[in-house]
C-alpha cells in the first residue's frame, strides 16, 4: 500500500521559486510511475508533469516545461519538484500522486491509485 505526504508548499511571488517533495512509502519510486498534479480553484484537477522510476524519465506539460524540473531521492525515498520563474497562474493545491501498472506519461489522474493529501502553492503578482 502506498503512502504519499507532499510538503513544501507556500506563498511567493511571480518570478520566485519554490521546492515542492513528495516522500514515498510502501514501495520505491523505482517501481512507481508518479504524477504531480495540481488544481486551481475553480478548475479541474490537471496534470503537469510525471515521472517513469523504471527508466527515470520526466514529462511536462507546455505550461510548465522550462521552469519546473523533477528530481528524486532513491534512498530518501522522495520525489521533488522545483518551481522556477513562478506565475500567478500557477496557484493551486498540489498533489503527488503514483500508479503501479506499466507505463507511464502525463496520464488522466483517473489512471493513478494512490494520492497525497496536498500543498497549497500562492503566486502573487
Known amino acids: 500500500h502506498v503512502q504519499l505526504v507532499e510538503s513544501g508548499g507556500g506563498s511567493v511571488q511571480a518570478g520566485g521559486s519554490l521546492r515542492l517533495s513528495c516522500v514515498v512509502s510502501?514501495?520505491?519510486?523505482?517501481?512507481?510511475?508518479m504524477g504531480w498534479f495540481r488544481q486551481a480553484p475553480g478548475k479541474e484537477r490537471e496534470v503537469i508533469a510525471s515521472f517513469y522510476g523504471r527508466d527515470d524519465r520526466p514529462e511536462y506539460v507546455d505550461s510548465v516545461k522550462g521552469r519546473f524540473t523533477i528530481s528524486h531521492d532513491n534512498a530518501k525515498k522522495t520525489l521533488s519538484q522545483q518551481m522556477e520563474n513562478t506565475k500567478p497562474e500557477d496557484t493551486a493545491m498540489y498533489y503527488c500522486?503514483?500508479?503501479?501498472?506499466?507505463?507511464?506519461?502525463?496520464?488522466?489522474?483517473?489512471?493513478?491509485?494512490?494520492w497525497g493529501q496536498g500543498t497549497q502553492v500562492s503566486v502573487s503578482s
Open positions: 500522486a503514483a500508479r503501479t501498472h506499466l507505463g507511464c506519461g502525463l496520464y488522466d489522474e483517473r489512471l493513478f491509485r494512490y
Open positions: 510502501g514501495d520505491t519510486i523505482d517501481n512507481l510511475c
